[in-house]
Structures are given as structure tokens and as C-alpha cells.
């Protein structure tokens, strides 16, 4: 199981910004879909976004996620990242990337179990 790598997790205030990044070995440049999940404590693993890396194309949980978080992906690093604008205590939870290298449009995005790949995890703590 190759494993990713994210990074950037950090204790903030309402209202902070914060940028996840998750570094992908050369192995998995054949990727085609890679996302963010986040999961609070006793809470299940939630979708965030994801990005089809020949496409760029993004997707997103919804519209207040879409408003406040942005997905991208640097080919030349090999970087996945996730700037989140506006955080809120709400989003206090431990954030993973995954990886597929399957087609996003082949998969249901928001579906943990469509991707093979996983990172450790980084957290992120917002408090009031």
C-alpha cells in the first residue's frame, strides 16, 4: 500500500486560514483521482473535496465548502494541497488525502472506499 504523505495540520483561532498539503511518491504519478477527508472525534470519515489530476477538475462536499476550501494539485511537486479559508471549530478534525488511479468520472467521489491510497493524517484544531 503506498503511502501518502500530508502535512500543514496546526491549532488555530475562528476565523484563521490554514494549507494542507499531501506529497505523493513518484509511484503514484499514474493517479487520477486523489481527495481530502477529514474526521472529528467519534465522528465518521467525511469527504471535503477531490481533484482529478488529468483534468484538474474539482469537487466539493458543498457549497460552504466550495466558498470556504480550495483543491489543487501541483504536478511538479507532486503535491495535493487544501487551502481552507474561514475555518471554524466545526471543522476541527484529523485531515487525510487519498489517492486512485482511477478515473474520478469512473468513481463516486465521496466514497472513502474508492481510493486506495491514504495518509497518515495531520490535524487541524480550530478553536472559538
Known amino acids: 500500500q503506498v503511502q501518502l504523505l500530508e502535512s500543514g495540520g496546526d491549532s488555530l483561532q475562528d476565523g484563521g486560514s490554514l494549507k494542507l498539503s499531501c506529497v505523493t511518491p513518484?509511484?503514484?504519478?499514474?493517479?487520477?483521482?486523489m481527495a481530502w477527508f477529514r474526521q472529528a472525534p467519534g465522528s465518521e470519515r467525511d469527504w471535503v473535496a477531490s481533484?482529478?489530476?488529468?483534468?484538474?477538475?474539482?469537487?466539493y462536499a458543498d457549497s460552504r465548502t466550495k466558498a470556504r476550501f480550495t483543491i489543487s494539485w501541483d504536478n511538479a511537486k507532486n503535491t495535493m494541497t487544501l487551502q481552507m479559508n474561514d475555518l471554524r471549530p466545526r471543522d476541527t478534525a484529523l485531515y487525510y488525502c487519498?489517492?486512485?488511479?482511477?478515473?474520478?468520472?469512473?468513481?463516486?467521489?465521496?466514497?472513502?472506499?474508492?481510493?486506495?491510497?491514504w495518509g497518515q493524517g495531520t490535524q487541524v484544531t480550530v478553536s472559538s
Open positions: 481533484i482529478s489530476l488529468r483534468t484538474l477538475s474539482t469537487f
Open positions: 487519498a489517492a486512485t488511479p482511477v478515473t474520478c468520472a469512473r468513481i463516486d467521489v465521496s466514497r472513502a472506499d474508492a481510493y486506495t491510497s
Open positions: 513518484v509511484s503514484l504519478r499514474a493517479s487520477d483521482c
